[in-house]
């Protein structure tokens, strides 16, 4: 009824069962699910990221039952298929409500986007539209510069938290992911 979701999916787990899993592994693991997101994509499958399970729900849709030996460690799943036309209210609501994503110019001052060279304004407008979760975009960029070199920091906002979802450095991995992408699209060594 919520969301409407096809029965094949892949599963993203946290390296152990302890909690916290630590900012660096959920960003590890945005990074590296958003390429398995792209290249799914890139063949011809639909997929996206679905987060905000509860742990036996998480365990319910990867395991078929609540209870698993390791306990705590699916971040979120990604379902792999087409939906059917119906969509879940969730769904619907979602898409209409935090559908729109920002462009770099609204990530960073006027003053930092004039400095910069326009290979790295796109990467990093392709980070902006990575997704996150509930489309909070809760990253922001950090750029420097040393010897004509850039240094590219995507970080969560300092102190931003989510009412439901406790993975949020997950989604910076999936900018940093979009980013390195974008980079080398354009033949250039992030």
């Given at each position: 009824?919520?969301?409407?979701?096809?029965?094949?999916?892949?599963?993203?787990?946290?390296?152990?069962?302890?909690?916290?899993?630590?900012?660096?592994?959920?960003?590890?693991?945005?990074?590296?699910?958003?390429?398995?997101?792209?290249?799914?994509?890139?063949?011809?499958?639909?997929?996206?990221?679905?987060?905000?399970?509860?742990?036996?729900?998480?365990?319910?849709?990867?395991?078929?039952?609540?209870?698993?030996?390791?306990?705590?460690c699916i971040l979120c799943t990604t379902p792999i298929g087409y939906l059917t036309e119906k969509?879940?209210?969730?769904?619907?609501?979602?898409?209409?409500?935090?559908?729109?994503?920002?462009?770099?110019?609204?990530?960073?001052?006027?003053?930092?986007?004039?400095?910069?060279?326009?290979?790295?304004?796109?990467?990093?407008?392709?980070?902006?539209?990575?997704?996150?979760?509930?489309?909070?975009?809760?990253?922001?960029?950090?750029?420097?510069?040393?010897?004509?070199?850039?240094?590219?920091?995507?970080?969560?906002?300092?102190?931003?938290?989510?009412?439901?979802?406790?993975?949020?450095?997950?989604d910076a991995g999936t900018s940093a992911a979009n980013f390195w992408i974008a980079m080398k699209?354009?033949?250039?060594?992030?």
């Open positions: 009824f919520y969301f409407q979701e096809p029965p094949q999916f892949a599963a993203f787990r946290a390296p152990h069962a302890i909690k916290p899993v630590n900012v660096i592994e959920q960003a590890q693991l945005g990074f590296i699910g958003q390429l398995f997101v792209i290249y799914a994509t890139s063949v011809g499958l639909a997929t996206c990221w679905m987060g905000h399970h509860s742990q036996k729900a998480a365990n319910k849709i990867v395991y078929g039952r609540e209870e698993d030996q390791e306990p705590n969509k879940g209210l969730m769904n619907t609501l979602t898409e209409k409500m935090w559908g729109k994503k920002q462009a770099v110019e609204e990530k960073l001052t006027q003053e930092s986007l004039k400095s910069l060279p326009e290979q790295i304004k796109k990467a990093l407008d392709a980070a902006c539209q990575a997704p996150s979760a509930m489309n909070s975009q809760c990253w922001q960029f950090k750029v420097s510069e040393s010897n004509g070199e850039y240094l590219i920091k995507i970080n969560k906002k300092p102190g931003w938290t989510h009412f439901k979802w406790h993975y949020v450095n997950i699209a354009q033949n250039l060594s992030p």
